[in-house]
């Protein structure tokens, strides 16, 4: 299953529709034509595009109760999911547009996916580009790039000076003036953003992001490169997807790895490791924990669905996660391709001998 954190997602505003538009009226005929303009004359065709509709109707109800009962054993993409539907109904959409966005939601469920497909929805529909940019653009919130914090009005970035200093939409994607190419929130793990959309009375957060790696623990040189960029790849596709996630540990040495084995053996405090020095992959720069940077205060460690995603995209990228070992360590990846993860004792004597370069070497992943 792929269906996380599908509560962080953008609303569009029904009340901000513009009749001129036609929003009131619809194309609903599957014709392209508006059956209500049919003339006498034209009746037997109009019976026709109305069994054809009808038809079309009802393969585009099969496919949505293909999707609600793939969706079935998640409630909360349930929930959304009811939600999308029944809002994007105040835009007259067809059949065939609801099913789309139906689906386009199932790929990417995140916030700014959502948005995405309702921005591009409404653009479908022929609504004017003012229309689609509010549609688009995060009511309220702030966003911190480069060390610099910016608070969001209707889709602009204003600096502490009251200026405005760019743009940002619920996809995620920054447009400071004056720079040719924009940016991604997504792409830069360290960037902080919160997008508050207005929903009737209440303003409500659907995307929350903090910074990945603030204390730059991925720059650390006894962590392999190859390893390192493929992290920063899992983070990345995990902040598409509303998850944000936060590097807490990674490179340990052997006497470090000791000291933690003794935890709860001959030192204070509970067991966490079942490994010595040498036989914890940390020990050779190939393996992090990560865990969820949630709201302080909020469970970072719930066992909810969003570990189980995490696991996935590591997987994806090459990565061996530890949620799936008989005694799961869940915020645990480890990078270590043709060997096992029982392998990493096997590595001291290299290690003793060569360094981590000397183990990089033979498993064949390259130097820093
Ligand atoms: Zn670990």
Known sequence: MRYNDVSLRVLPHCEARDPDYGWEDGHMAVDGTNSSDSSSSAQSSSSLSDALSQEQTSASRTREQEIRSELAN?????????RLAGNLSCYNMTEEQKVQALNDFMTAPNAAT???????????????LAASHSLMSPD????????QTYSIDQGSLVNADGQVVGTISNNGTVQFNGEEQTRSV?????????????????????LDLRPADSRNRLGDPNLNQDFTNRVKDVIEQARREGMSLRVDTGFRTFAEQNQLYAQGRTAPGNVVTNARG???????GLAVDLSFGNRPGADAWAANNNWSRYGEIAADNGLTWGGNWRSPDRPHVEYHPGFGAGDAGGMAGTHNRDGLEGVWDRMGIGQR
């Open 74 to 82: 998640n409630p909360q993409a349930v929930q959304a999911l009811d």
């Open 114 to 128: 959502a948005a995405y497909v309702e921005g591009r929805v409404a653009q479908d529909l022929g609504v004017n």
């Open 140 to 147: 309220a919130g702030t966003l911190t790039m480069d060390g």
């Open 186 to 206: 997504y792409g830069d793990i360290n960037a902080r953003v919160e997008l508050r959309e207005q929903l009737g009375v209440n303003m409500q957060t659907v």
């Open 278 to 284: 040498g036989q914890s992959w940390h020990n050779y």
